[in-house]
């Protein structure tokens, strides 16, 4: 049955029959960067198109339909329309920052992309602190935004940045504190230990209530680090114009908006890797008729219908709720998830000892 | 004391996002309550409510009859002079001189579509009807005269 391990298999053996091992590299990585840009560019295709329908439908619409069947070639259009537009660049604008912030964005939603496990033995880079570097990394991009919002020379750019920057880092918090309630569970930092770990059951289910709440806690907390409503005050359209990337046209405004979806999709993987196994298949204890018959589904389609489902309730969340105050946004996380999420770290460690989990 | 509050407004909270998450949640899986109408495609179906404000016409019977007085109530209620009511002498069988409608000029350029002309008029004569495709090549196409011609007032009507 071929499989993205398989493949992977097949390129990385005939790459090292055919050339040397420094030049098998080389090209591996070639292979590598042009296959994460093209996923980069899938996703942008598919996530903004699956969020103007789900938005559409949410709002008692229709949403694109001209564009193809069914409107699904509309964002290609779209696509299609930035590439051709004019960067401008303003005239009081920091050039070489304002220049820079958007690759710095993009650059950083890559660099997560190493680590995360997305089949089967499909991995870039099983390093020993996955969570660890993808928890810190994710940080580096609130670097970016607030290079474009200071170097945009706007008022609303550089209140937009500061906002996102407030939110981000205290967002971080509880996402760090949730992930580490299933690091505790688990026992290691690496990926792969923690996708293993799950093989007779997610920690969803396993981890009882603790894995609930933390789980919970961890959606609304990437949903404020991704600055999606109802934690969009970064770009709050109906205060701020859009933020930091006020000032931004064309293709650097068009990396900014792909960053987001892309970010939206790292963190979901991530929910998904932590909470719902990552790449494994359901299942259920000893009932190994139900197992093996889950084991036949691809364990790439197992990843991606996860992440889809987590990426539709965010979705589904930015197109209910209301955005909040920046007061109300501090509020929620210094008075309500920060002291949640510690309890239940409290809660998860005093399980993990006892072995109250399955 | 506190703890009970606390956990309380979190308890609310949850409950009341639920709510609004599970009214999208039916819009989403239930697509026919979509209400778009797909204009240009279902001209043939289109329906349009009653209340809809197109444009202002003058009702017309059967026998080319209307229920205008020229009394000018609509020209007087207009806010932004939309409507010119031009009058005229008549004498009736008996004799006496009675004022009665001559042309009712309809500005449709510098209507707002407010309905209060609708309202004023005393014996139902005008209404607002939901036609909206109004666009001419020429303004001028935009003045019209609502009474038809040979129209006259319908009988008993004061």
């Known amino acids: 049955m071929p499989s993205l391990e398989n493949i992977a298999d097949i390129i990385h053996t005939w790459l090292n029959i055919t050339f040397n091992s420094t030049t098998a590299l080389l090209i591996e990585l070639v292979i590598v960067a042009v296959s994460a840009i093209g996923l980069f560019s899938m996703l942008g295709l598919i996530l903004i198109m699956m969020e103007r329908k789900v938005s559409a439908y949410m709002q008692v619409r229709l949403g694109p339909n001209r564009v193809g069947p069914k409107g699904m070639f509309q964002t290609v259009a779209d696509t299609l329309k930035l590439m051709v537009k004019e960067g401008m660049t303003p005239n009081g604008a920091d050039k070489f920052l304002f220049n820079l912030a958007p690759f710095i964005v993009m650059i950083v939603a890559m660099v997560i992309l190493a680590p995360l496990a997305f089949a089967k033995n499909f991995q870039l880079w099983d390093l020993n602190i996955g969570i660890l570097f993808v928890a810190s990394v994710s940080s580096v991009s609130v670097i970016g935004i607030l290079m474009a919002g200071w170097a945009s020379n706007n008022k609303y750019s550089l209140l937009g940045a500061m906002r996102s920057g407030a939110q981000i880092v205290s967002y971080e918090l509880s996402a760090g504190l949730s992930i580490i309630t299933i690091v505790i569970l688990t026992g290691s930092l690496k990926i792969s230990t923690i996708i293993q770990s799950q093989s007779d059951g997610w920690w969803i289910f396993k981890g009882h209530i603790p894995a609930l709440i933390a789980f919970v806690i961890f959606i609304i907390a990437v949903t404020a680090e991704t600055n999606r409503a109802p934690f969009d005050l970064a770009e709050a359209e109906s205060e701020l114009t859009a933020g930091f990337h006020t000032e931004y046209s064309g293709m650097k405004f068009a990396l900014f908006f792909l960053a987001e979806y892309v970010n939206i999709f790292i963190v979901c993987v991530l929910g998904a890797t932590l909470f719902l196994g990552g790449w494994m298949p359901l299942h259920f204890g000893t009932d190994t008729r139900f197992n093996e018959l889950m084991d036949y589904i691809p364990s790439s389609l197992w990843l991606f219908g996860k992440t889809f489902f987590l990426i539709f309730i965010i979705m589904w969340f930015r197109w209910t709720f209301p955005r909040l105050r920046i007061d109300q946004l501090l509020n929620l996380e210094w008075k309500y998830l920060l002291p949640i999420s510690m309890f239940n770290l409290l809660l998860t460690t005093l399980m993990a000892i006892m072995g109250w989990h399955f | ?158």
């Open chain 2, 1 to 158: 004391m506190f703890l009970k509050k606390y956990l309380q407004d979190i308890y609310y909270a949850v409950k009341s996002l639920l709510i609004g998450m599970r009214r999208t949640g039916y819009y989403f899986t239930h697509h026919k309550e979509i209400i778009t109408q797909q204009y240009p495609d279902n001209k043939d179906s289109l329906s349009l409510p009653e209340r809809f404000r197109g444009e202002v016409v003058m009702i017309h019977d059967e026998n080319n009859e209307h229920a205008c007085t020229g009394c000018t109530a609509c020209e007087l209620a207009c806010p932004n002079a939309t409507i010119k009511i031009i009058t005229q002498i008549d004498t009736t069988p008996e004799g006496k001189k009675k004022k009665a409608l001559n042309t009712f000029v309809y500005h449709l350029d510098l209507c707002t579509f407010c309905n209060l002309c609708i309202v004023a008029c005393p014996t139902d004569a005008i209404k607002m009807a939901n036609t909206f495709e109004h666009s001419v090549f020429d303004r001028s196409k935009l003045t019209k005269i609502l009474n038809k011609p040979d129209s006259k007032i319908r009988a008993g009507i004061e």
